[in-house]
């Protein structure tokens, strides 16, 4: 187990990514909570690197795509989807017959932070604990996540403490962290500022900047100003399915649909 | 308008003090009970009481093989039970919630829980002592009062597990833990308190119960520490009922009241540390 490299150096992108030209692909792509219809014919493309933001009011379907990228979603009663969903060039379904390949490779991090009852240092490695590691490599990677998420500096003294002692900002970025140190090549985060101070939330943007340059991260987020901040690419959704789709410069610009410019400038969608 | 107001006060004070009236009754009654078994057992208890055994069929010497039996047999039973508690909770919580099996299961839990116990008593004696043989056991004793403590404690852990709240299941799973692992690492921690809640309840329901035990594991004299697990042990239960025939004896009377003491520390023990470690480890876990 190296220690996670992301700032450092190239990622640990395997060969099956090399030649894909996208990390994520979604072809046909509805998805259902029992006989309700949440998004419908979805059809997706998203690059190997950089920040996708998936914008669009509440109930169009964003985080219900977000999860069926990792299959969090078959934890849910009654969620299904059809179409084709193709993650790092595999079908999640076929190509993935061990669900917990998939989610290894696509972490996630959740709109509200959730620490497990035990230690920081505990918190971090819960993702690896099946692996056989040194106390040195494990303290290693510790700290290496820690310093990822912009944690290292404000908990390097309290390792052993309990995590939900830590604020909501630090316990998401100690989420971050988490999922940071298992060399995820795709990072999905749902809202994960939504809960958090504006600090914090800086914070986390700069990450999610830094990790763009390497990964592929998809956010979903209803901060259209964050949206601007980070992204490289923009989806937007409304009841379902994607109104318009772009680059950065292209979806914040005057280029954009009707419908988009009212969205972004008032906050509103009649779709 | 000033007359809707009162008439609603008056509404107000008449349900508080229903409520209160209620309450009275509920603690009155128990503070009657306990107040009375202490008050008549206090003057049983000394050193020589709680560490001789019985002699004259109870009505001199003390209780030491009675407590040791209790205490053993409710032991052992918890020893049977939360393995299998945990087991049945666990299956019914990961692998069996949406089935209609699932449904039966927490059915059959439920419905276990309102048998009265003398059928339990009832079917240890036709099973174990009748058609197995076993003859007058503790161990047999010991699996029935297990039986009777399931559904107390399976249904304690499985509620606790139901209660983890779905997040960390999914922020695991999104670590890539598989289901056993999960289970190892959130479900079971989390659901810590439950387990020792639910076997504490069960002991103190166990411990008070004479009739599951009174034909199958127990003899009201001449018993020490058993060598086998096919003797008969005494307990406190079925040593009161003992003396508690013999009531017209003051000294058989007294001695019955101090049993009754003990029986009853030893039942507020267990329930004390149940509550103890409900609020210990609920707060640990859940945070």
Redesign the interface.
Known sequence: MNIPNLLLVSSNQSSDVDVQSHSIRLDGFSAYYGKNCIVSDINLKLPIKGVTCLVGPSGAGKSTILRWL?R?NE?T?SASFSGTVKVLGRDIMSGYPDV??L??RV??V?Q?P?V???SIYDNIL??L??QKLSKAQARDIVEHGLKLASLWDEVSNRLEG?A?SLSLGQQQRL?LA??LV?EPDVLLLDEPTASIDPISSHAIEELVISLGRKISIVMVTHNIGQAKRISDHVVFLCDGKIVEQGTRAHMFSPRCSAKTKTYITEDFCDC | MCDRVNIRHTKERCFALVLRASLLICAGTLIFLLGSIFVKGIGAISLQFLFMPAMEFGKSGGVFYQILGSMLMVLVAAALVVPLAIGTSLFQYAFNTRTSIGYLLEQSLYALNAIPSITYGIFGLIFFVNFLNTGISWFVGSMILAIMMLPTTTLSTYQAMVAIPKIYHENAAALGLSKSQIIWRVTLPQSFHGIVTGSLIGLARAIGETAPIMFIATAFSGVSVPKSLVEPVSTLPTHILELAQQSTDPQALQNAWGASLILVLLVSGFSLLALFARSRLTGRGQK
Request: contains cysteine; positive net charge.
């Open positions: 990792n969090i934890e009663e917990t390949e989610r290894r972490g996630m959740f509200q959730c497990f009852p035990c819960m993702g604990r099946t309990r939900d989420c988490r999922a298992l």
